[in-house]
C-alpha cells in the first residue's frame, strides 16, 4: 500500500513509497455531505480536535480557478483516471461556467495537480440591465453568473450533473450538463436546454402556460439526485418579476425531463389581483439543497411570493411556506405550511425562504420524524414530517400562533445558513450572529443554546460542517465571509473553544483569499477544501506542506509591453500611454501590466518579461491571465474585434500567439515550441457590453515543449486585437513558471508475481532517483536514475524480503 508522505531534505524532494500501510476514504457527492443536508462527515480519522490548531494544522496550497467558487467543492476517493492512476479528486465548479478536476492530495507534476477542466459556455456578465435589474442592474453575483448551485455526482455511472447559466448574443440559456467525473466530457445526450412549461395563468405566463424564463431564474439550490431521478430548482435575480420557484426532475441517464416531475411556486397570481409583483416564490435557500427523506419525498423553503393556500382553500400559491413534495408518479404537494405573519414577512422582505432546510436523525419521542429551518426573522421552526401542522392547519389566518411542533422565537438573527447536526446538537451561525448549538431533548429542541462560540459572523452568516470519527473527536468548521475569508474549528461541546483560525498563524500563512456568499468548506480524508474567488484553498497537517509545494513562479522581473512595430526595437514599450508595473511576474492581479490607450491607435501585440540575469532553473510554462474591456485588448486579428457585447470568435476574431525567449536582454529573440489552450479559453467569450463596464476574466496557458535554460527573457507575441475609443483596453498578469526539483506523485502501485510496480509523473529537466531500502535503520540503495522528460514514468523491482521501502528524489 502507499503512504503518501512526502518530504524536502538535504537540498533534494523526495516522496515515500511503503508496502505497509493505508488510510481510509470517504466521499462528498452533495451539498452539505447527505440528502438530509446534515452536514457531517462521521468517517474523518485524521482530523481530530488535538491536532488542528495553528501549531499542527494549516493552509498547504491552493488551486487557482478562473471565477468565483459559489457551489460547494465535491470530493471523491480513489478514482480511476484513465492513463493517470488512481486518485482523490476534488471537483470545483466557477462563475465563470468551468468545471476542475482537481488531485485533492497532491499539486505536483506536470500538470499542476489539474487533472481536467471544461467550459460550459459564456458566463452573463454583470451587472446589466438584462436582468436582475427590479431596484439596479443585477449587483448580487458580479462579475459574471454562470455556475452557482451546487452540482451533485452519481458515483454508479461516474458522473457530475451542474446547470451552467449563458449568455449567447441576445439570448439566455440554463443548460444541464452531465459530465465524465473521469475526463469531464459530456456524457450522451448532454447538454440539454432547461424549457419546461405548465398550465398556469399567473404573471408571466402566455396563452395560459406558465413557461420557464432562464433570465428570469437564478439556479441557486444545489442540484439534488433522489429515487433515480435528477432535480433542479430555481429562484429569481434580485426579486425581478416575473419569476417563480421552480422544480424540475430529469433522468440522470438520458436527461429527458419526465412528465408530471414539475412544480412551480406560484404558477397562478396574476398581477391584476395581486398587484405588479405577483407570483414570486423563489427557492433560495442561501445554496442549500431540497431535503430528502428515506421515501425520496422533497423539503424545502419558500421566498417571498403570494400565498393563498388557506386551509380547505384549493389555492396553489406558496409564498414563505415549506413544502413537502411526494415524488411518486409525478411531483405533487402532499403538507405544506405558512407561517401566520406570511404576509406581514413578505410585506417587510424577510424571507421565509433566505435559509436553507435539515433533516434531523429519527428522534425518540411521540415524533421521530422531524425537520429543522428558519428564515430572515430568525424564528426556528421545528416541524413533524409526517404532519406539518396539528390537525392540519397549514396556515393560521386568525391568530399568532403557527400549529407546527416547535417554534424557537429570539434566540438566532436571520438565516441565510444551513443548520449542521451533530449527537443530539443543531448548529446554527446566523448573519450578524454567534455560532449556536441548540440541544435535542426527547424529540424537541431547547430553547436557548447550550453553547456559543466567541466569533461574530457578518452577513451571511456561515452553513456549518460536521467532522468526526464515528461520535467522536467531533469539529464544528465554518467558513466566514470576508477579505480574507477565515476558516475556523471548533469544540462541538464548548464551542468557546475555538481550537483553530486561518488569521492567527504566523506571517499570514494560512491566509485565504476573499471570501464568496454561502461559501461550505468540503473535509475529507484529512484536508479542508475551500472555495474563494478565483481558487481553492486546501488545508490539512502541516506535516504534508509539500504535498502542495509553492507554485514555481520565476523571480520577479521588468514587465514589457508593446505593438507590432516594436517587435524588434529592444524591451522598451512603444504603446502611447501604456502603463508598465515593474514587477509583473508573480501571479498577483495587483502588479500587471496594462493597456491605456484613449487615442483609438492600435493596443497591444505582446507582453512579456525581462530579468537582468539568466534564469537558474528552465522555463517549462506561462500563464496569461487578461481582463478584457469591451473594445478589445487581446491578441487577435488586428482591428477585427466584435465589439462592445460582441463574442470572440477563434475563426474571425483570435490567433494562436507565438512564444519567444532572449538570452541577451531583448536584443534578438527566438521562437519556441509550444502548446496553448488560449484559443479555446477565448473562444465564445463575451466582452462587456459597455466601455465603462467592468473587464471580463480569461486566464490562458502555454507549455513549452522544451524547458528553455539560460534566459532572461520571455514573451508572448500576437497582433493588435482591436483599436481603443476610450480608456483601458486590457490588462495582463504574466507569470513565468520554471522547473525545480518537487515532490512526486507515486500511483498505479501493484505487487505481481513478486515483483513491485509503481508510476510517478517525471519533471522536465530534473533528474529523478529511485531508491530502497529493506527496513527502516538500513541505508538507502540507489535502484537506478531517470532523466525527467514531463512523462509518466514506470518503475518495476523484483521483491527480495518481507518488507521494502522505496523513494523517489527530485533534484
Partial sequence: ???????????????????????????????????????????ETILTPTNANQTTFGKLGSYSVDGQVYAQPLYVSNLPIPGKGVHNVVFVATQHNTVYAFDADSNAGPTRGLIWQTNLGPSAITPNNDFGNRYQPFPDIQPEVGITGTPVIDLASGTLFVDAFTHEGANYFHRLHALNITNGTERTNSPVVVGVSIPGVGAGSVGG???????????????????????????????????????IGYDPGTLQQLANYVFNTTPNSTTAAYGANAGEGGIWMAGGGLAVDANTNLYFEVGNGIFNATNNSGGTEYGDSFIRLSTVNGLAVTDYFAPYNQQALQDADRDLGSGGVLILPDQPGAVPHLLVGAGKEGKIYLIN??????????YNSTGTVDYVLQTITGQIKGSFDTPAYFNGRVYYAATGDKLKAFALNNGLLVTTPVSVGPRTFGFPGSTPSVTANGTNGGIIWTVQMGTPAILAAYDPVNLTTELYNSTNA?????????????????????????????????????????????????PQGTGILGTKAALNSGTETSLIHAGVVGSINDGDSSTRVDTFNGTGTDTASFVGVIWSQPITNPIVRLELSLAIFSDGGWFGVNNAGPGAGGVLSAALHLIEPMVQVTTNGGSSWLTVARTSDYLQMLNGHQLPAVVSGPPTHVTTHFQLSDPQPGINGVRVVGSEGGTASVGFLGVFEFAVHASKPEPVKLVSVAITNGQLQFEFDSQAAVTHVIQFKTNDLANWQTLMTVSGDGTRKRIVDNLTGAQCIYRVTSQ
Fill in 506 to 554: 504566523p506571517g499570514n500563512r494560512d491566509q485565504l483569499p476573499t471570501g464568496t456568499k454561502f461559501a461550505v468548506p468540503t473535509i475529507a480524508n484529512g484536508k479542508v477544501y475551500i472555495g474563494g474567488q478565483y481558487s481553492l484553498s486546501i488545508f490539512g497537517l502541516l506535516e504534508q506542506t509539500n504535498l502542495f509545494v509553492s507554485p514555481d513562479i520565476a
Fill in 385 to 394: 414530517r409526517d404532519q406539518m401542522t396539528a390537525g392540519n392547519h397549514h
Fill in 1 to 43: 500500500m502507499m503512504d503518501r508522505r512526502e518530504w524536502i531534505a538535504c537540498g533534494m524532494v523526495a516522496s515515500l513509497l511503503a508496502v505497509t500501510s493505508a488510510f481510509a476514504q470517504v466521499n462528498v457527492l452533495t451539498y452539505h455531505n447527505d440528502n438530509g443536508r446534515t452536514g457531517q462527515n462521521l468517517n
Fill in 209 to 247: 402556460r406558465q413557461i420557464f424564463q432562464a433570465k428570469q431564474q437564478l439556479q441557486r439550490c444545489a442540484l439534488t439526485l433522489a429515487g433515480g431521478i435528477l432535480y433542479l430548482a430555481y429562484c429569481g435575480y434580485g426579486d425581478t418579476d416575473p419569476y417563480h420557484g421552480w422544480v
